[in-house]
Structures are given as structure tokens and as C-alpha cells.
């Protein structure tokens, strides 16, 4: 229930949907002869498209996001598993086609492979099942079983999570399967703006020394709201990125405080 509720919540308030839903009341108003709203509609709807479509202020708000948490240079000497979390898979494009559709959040999927097969006895486990609402025929984890065949090597140090449906149960759930022990290291890989997040909901769940190594980026790190070109669908776009993060953080933060 509370995760249709957030579902829900985030259709009404993503910057591309609720401009849409403002300009609907806007025609609305207009058929009941509403003045005042038509007004009041419009020009919230304006607004929106001017501060998330033609500022850039999606890309500066991912911007710092994404710099939040800095790669390291290096991984430490001893690396004991890899966490890749979901987020790499459309499950509804791969459930019609009967194959893995990539989307562009792969990097996270090749950086894990990428640091699992360098430390040879690592475990890699790969954390995601459906964020959907609806059609959740298919899991990310699914998906990632069938593109990981193409690395044979880690055939045998493979887990896969495929029932956690937001981040939080990323965490807990993964935590259940791989049970970390104190001074054991594990890598945490995940899309640069989702690592803040990703980082707050593994030290709630409790565990050990991790190494972050944020990955998928999209800005080139640096806050300017200034409007320098015109490029209205990828500002709506990394807004709609960028506000979701700093949405699902908040409400954690809240709850934390509240104690619900």
C-alpha cells in the first residue's frame, strides 16, 4: 500500500505531469467559466515550464546530487562483494520482447562486472526486482540473470535479489541474503545522483564498511542555473530525476524524525 501511495504521489508531482494535469484544470476552468482559474492554472503551469524546462535547474540540481559522494582513485586491496542495484533494465519493453532491454542507467551493470572481476573471490550480487506500479511480469533480476550468461567467470559467485521494488529494500533484503559481517568490504555501485539516497538507506539497514563507487553520470558536476542553450526536454528530464531523489530523501528524513 505504501508503495502504490509513493507511486501515485510522484505521478501527481513529477514537473512534466503536473504541468500536463495544470493545463487540463486550466481547460477545465475554462469550460465552467472559472476565470480566476484559469489564471491561477496557467500561470502555475508557465511557471513550472520556466523553472524546470527552460532553466536548467534539473541538471544543477543532479549536479549536486551526483558530487555528493567522489569515486576513489582506488578499491581497497581486499574487496569481499559487489552490489549492483537495479535500475539498469526496462522490465516492461524486456517482458514484450522476451529479452534484457537495456536503458541508459547500464553503466552501473558494467562497472559492477567490471570490479567483480577484478577481485576474483568476490561475491556480486545484483539487487532489483519491479519498481513498477503495474506490469510486473518481470523482474531486473530476471533480466540481469540472462545478460550475465555472457560472463561465464562469475557464473559461480553470482546472487541475485529480485523482490525489492525501491532502495530501502535494496538494502534491507539484500543484507538478509548475503548476511555481511564486520570487516568485511563491500562495493556499493549505483548512478552517481542515487548514491546519496543508496547511502542513507544501506547504513539504516546496518551494514558494514562499504565502498561507494557511484557511476551513470549526467552532468559535468558543477551548479549553474543559468540557461545556456535550449534544451527543454533535457531539462524536464533530469529535473524529473533529480526532484525524485531529493523527494524520496526528504520523506526518509521526515519519517526518521517522526519515528513512523
Same mark, same amino acid.
Given at each position: 500500500?505504501?508503495?502504490?501511495?509513493?507511486?501515485?504521489?510522484?505521478?501527481?508531482?513529477?514537473?512534466?505531469?503536473?504541468?500536463?494535469?495544470?493545463?487540463?484544470?486550466?481547460?477545465?476552468?475554462?469550460?465552467?467559466?472559472?476565470?480566476?482559474?484559469?489564471?491561477?492554472?496557467?500561470?502555475?503551469?508557465?511557471?513550472?515550464?520556466?523553472?524546470?524546462?527552460?532553466?536548467?535547474?534539473?541538471? %544543477?540540481?543532479?549536479?549536486?546530487?551526483? =558530487?555528493?559522494? *567522489? $569515486?576513489?582513485? #582506488?578499491?581497497?586491496?581486499? +574487496?569481499?562483494?559487489?552490489?549492483?542495484?537495479?535500475?539498469?533494465?526496462?522490465?516492461?519493453?524486456?517482458?514484450?520482447?522476451?529479452?534484457?532491454?537495456?536503458?541508459?542507467?547500464?553503466?552501473?551493470?558494467?562497472?559492477?562486472?567490471?570490479?567483480?572481476?577484478?577481485?576474483?573471490?568476490?561475491?556480486?550480487?545484483? %539487487?532489483?526486482?519491479?519498481?513498477?506500479? =503495474?506490469?510486473? *511480469? $518481470?523482474?531486473? #533480476?530476471?533480466?540481469?540473470? +540472462?545478460?550475465?550468461?555472457?560472463?561465464?567467470?562469475?557464473?559461480?559467485?553470482?546472487?541475485?535479489?529480485?523482490?525489492?521494488?525501491?532502495?530501502?529494500?535494496?538494502?534491507?533484503?539484500?543484507?538478509?541474503?548475503?548476511?555481511?559481517?564486520?570487516?568485511?568490504?563491500?562495493?556499493?555501485?549505483?548512478?552517481?545522483?542515487?548514491?546519496?539516497?543508496?547511502?542513507?538507506?544501506?547504513?539504516?539497514?546496518?551494514?558494514?564498511?562499504?565502498?561507494?563507487?557511484?557511476?551513470?553520470?549526467?552532468?559535468?558536476?558543477?551548479?549553474?542555473?543559468?540557461?545556456?542553450?535550449?534544451?527543454?526536454?533535457?531539462?524536464?528530464?533530469?529535473?524529473?530525476?533529480?526532484?525524485?531523489?531529493?523527494?524520496?530523501?526528504?520523506?526518509?528524513?521526515?519519517?526518521?524524525?517522526?519515528?513512523?
Amino acid at each position: 500500500m505504501e508503495f502504490a501511495a509513493a507511486k501515485i504521489f510522484w505521478l501527481l508531482v513529477a514537473p512534466t505531469n503536473l504541468i500536463g494535469i495544470c493545463m487540463v484544470l486550466a481547460m477545465i476552468s475554462r469550460l465552467c467559466r472559472w476565470w480566476k482559474g484559469i489564471d491561477f492554472f496557467f500561470g502555475t503551469a508557465f511557471l513550472l515550464f520556466l523553472v524546470f524546462g527552460i532553466i536548467p535547474t534539473g541538471p %544543477s540540481l543532479l549536479a549536486h546530487l551526483e =558530487t555528493q559522494y *567522489q $569515486r576513489p582513485a #582506488a578499491l581497497p586491496d581486499k +574487496v569481499d562483494g559487489v552490489i549492483i542495484l537495479g535500475g539498469a533494465f526496462d522490465t516492461y519493453l524486456s517482458n514484450i520482447y522476451g529479452q534484457p532491454v537495456l536503458n541508459d542507467g547500464v553503466e552501473r551493470v558494467l562497472d559492477g562486472v567490471m570490479i567483480a572481476r577484478h577481485y576474483k573471490d568476490s561475491t556480486l550480487v545484483f %539487487s532489483g526486482g519491479s519498481g513498477r506500479l =503495474t506490469h510486473r *511480469q $518481470r523482474t531486473e #533480476a530476471e533480466d540481469a540473470a +540472462v545478460f550475465l550468461k555472457n560472463y561465464p567467470d562469475l557464473k559461480d559467485r553470482i546472487k541475485f535479489e529480485g523482490q525489492s521494488r525501491n532502495t530501502w529494500q535494496n538494502a534491507s533484503m539484500t543484507k538478509n541474503m548475503v548476511e555481511p559481517k564486520e570487516g568485511e568490504t563491500w562495493v556499493l555501485v549505483t548512478s552517481a545522483y542515487h548514491m546519496p539516497r543508496a547511502v542513507e538507506m544501506f547504513k539504516k539497514a546496518g551494514w558494514p564498511q562499504m565502498a561507494l563507487w557511484p557511476t551513470d553520470y549526467r552532468t559535468k558536476g558543477k551548479m549553474d542555473f543559468m540557461p545556456h542553450k535550449l534544451d527543454i526536454l533535457g531539462n524536464l528530464y533530469q529535473s524529473h530525476l533529480a526532484l525524485r531523489e531529493i523527494i524520496g530523501q526528504s520523506v526518509s528524513e521526515i519519517r526518521d524524525k517522526l519515528k513512523i
